[in-house]
Each structure stands twice: as C-alpha cells, then as structure tokens.
C-alpha cells in the first residue's frame, strides 16, 4: 500500500486535499494523516484525477499501421491524460464487422498496449448475422455509418439495417454508436477546392438533422440505447433536449475540434483540419460549450481519426481529395482544459467530461472516477503549465495536427494503470502496462 498526496485530489466527484491511498490495483481511500510506515508521495498541488476514457479512437490496426497502431495510439493516449481507450471497427483492415476480423485485431495487439483498450464491432448491410457474435465475444456495442464511411468496406447503413442492429444491440444492454449524417444533393459555390467555406457548405447542419431526427425515431421505437457520436451542429440541441426530456435513452458526444476550432479561423488550403461533419463557425462552437455545461452533451472524446500526410494533401490544399480525420488523442486533456478554463469551467468538469461520462457509455463502473474500491487508473496534471504544442508533445505515429503551434494549458506529468506507473514526464515504461478490456453484457 502507498500514497500520493495533493492539495487538489478530484475524489467521489469533488476537489479534495488529503492523501488517495492505493492498495495494489485498487483505490482504497482518501485519507488525511498516513501511519507512520506509509510511503507517501507528495505532488503539491498537481491534480490528481482518474484517468480519462475515450470511446471513440481509430487505432487502424491490424492492415492500416501506416497510419496508426496499437503501440503509437495507446503511448498517445497516455499524453492526453487517457488510460483507456475503446478502439473503433474501421480503418483497420478488416474491418471489425465479423468474428474472424475480430480475432484478427485480438492477435494483432500482444505487448503492444500501453493504455487500456477495449473494441467496438461494426454495423454494416447484410452482416447483421455477425453481430450477435461480436457482443459475445466482448465487444462494448456496434458502429454504424448513415453516409459513406470514406472506406469501401464500411458502407453505409440503410435504417432498416438500423433498426435491426438495435434490437440486437438491446438484447445485449448495448449502445449503438452513429456516425449521423445523411448525404443529399447539393448545389454548392463556384468557389475552388481549397476553399474552407466551399467544403463547409458541402455538408451542412441539415444532414446532421434529418440523421438525429431518424435516429431519435428509432431510439423510441426501440427503446434501445442511441449514441450520437461527434456532435458538430449545435441546431440539432432542441431535438436532443427534447428526447432526453421524453426519457429516451440517447447520449451524445462531441469533440475537442468543435469545442477549440471555428470556421472562421481555417485558412483556405488548410486540410489538416478537415474532417466529418466539419468544423462550424464560433456562434456555434459557444453553443455547443452551453450545452456541455449544462449536460445535454455528455461528455468529450478525441474521435482520433490520423492517416499519413500524404493523404491530407497538404500539398495541393484540396479539402476535396483529402483524408477527413483530426489527430489528437495526445492532446485531449491539455484541449479541453484550455478552452474550458476560459469559460469558467473547473478541474471538476474535466473529470466529468473526460473520463466519468465515457466509462459511464461502455459500463466500466471500475474506471472513470476515484473512489473506495475503483480501479487505480491515475493521471497527474498542472492545469497552469502553459506550453505550444511542437512534435515533442505527441506520441502518435504521424505529427500531423491542426494544433501544432498552439499554446495550450494543462500538461499530464504522470499516467497510472492499476497502481502501475505507466508514463512520467515524457518517459514510457519500457514494459507496457495497458490490458485488453472484454465487454461483459447481459445474457440475451
């Protein structure tokens, strides 16, 4: 047994001072005077939090390791003040739609995990008969696409293929997690390819709502869990607000990008910060932050979608041709954090949207917060460490973000996994701490 002591301990959900007492993998307690023979660590006033979950990370392996792997994405996690991570079904090759596929990522990640990772399944046309299968074997829901998935063996899902998921995806107490958008036909500005606003137009707020709108409908009609994944349009709020109110089971997420980013301040030619549904405009990025304050969006995960460089053709700047996605899982914390700062938001509502509304999605009650008896998954933090973000901050396989450059707030100075150090001032463990997490549903 050991401690760690700090005038800033956000435990059962509110800032404390004292020692948090860790006992093997587990928490055991927050205590103010240790015995005598406690070896007890004392941090100052560095924060000491759980460690963030982010459910919605595209880790690309096995068949895509050119643009990202177990290795590179779990040591990033780890920067981000994430410990855990659930792994999305694309762009890895294959996709994670059968159970061969699946076994095909289990084999693929041996001594490679340096964050905990568990595995989403796949939701696509006419493979609805696997699905059953995937829950089974431990995966935490299924994913599905309403448009093209930008990977030809991830199609798009019909609502029949929809509605149908759902009900199995119900029998299991599972979510499912939609990418909601539906493509129409677009008359757009005779503007070129490098232009922003041309590519912003390309996707507007309505294919976002006609997607919710559906969405919602089904989540009635099924009563199955509904989970609106990177919410970009702050116009489809009332219609959320209103399917809560009804007491539906819907959750929504968004992301760092529409929380730190605006339209506005893109330059044209700029694709690093392409990606679907796009980057709106400031007005909208305030509503969004109302919005999170006040609970109506759930929580905040990266959707760390990187490739290669050569596919943001950061030569030509053409947001036609390039790779959507946004790299950013080693910078989760330090984003949140400087935004929310600005806006008056505490260390609190960091712990709450980073790690406690996420683990609360994929039914992890060990991990998430700090209390008696939870899992010993710790990040230490100083939310007034300034610094602008160069290579040296990032773990992922490629260096390629929108942020390099930006001065931020808040830098991760230590990761824990189960009472283990897994990550101290820019040094990983040479032995990788992080566990494959295995769903355990209902009984169907």
Known sequence: MWGLRSKRIIYQDSVQSGILLVDGERILDLIQEPPADLLVEDVGETV???GGVDTHVHINEPGRTTWEGFETATKAALLGGITTLIDMPLNSSPVTTTSAAFSAKKASYEGKLYAHTGFWAGVIPHHLHEL???LEAGTFGGKAFLCDSGIDEFPAADWETTRQALQILKR???PLLAHAEIARPLELPDLSARSYQRFLRSRPPAWELEAIAGLIDLCRSTRAHVHIVHLSTAEALPMIAAAKEEGLPLT???CP???????EAIPDGATLYKCAPPIREDANREALWKALGGGLIDFVVSDHSPCPPSLKCLDTGSFAEAWGGISSLDLSLSLLW???QKRGFGIEHIARWLAKGPAALVKLPQKGSLAPQKDADLILWEPETAFTVGVEHLGSRHKCTPYLGMPLKGRVQAAYLKGQLAYQRGVWKAHPHGEAL???HSTP
């Open 48 to 50: 000491i939090m759980a």
């Open 132 to 134: 059953a299968a995937l």
């Open 172 to 174: 299991f107490d599972a």
């Open 252 to 254: 929504v997420e968004t």
């Open 257 to 263: 990008h529409y929380l730190c980013l605006y339209a």
């Open 338 to 340: 400087t935004e929310a």
């Open 438 to 440: 295995f769903a355990q």
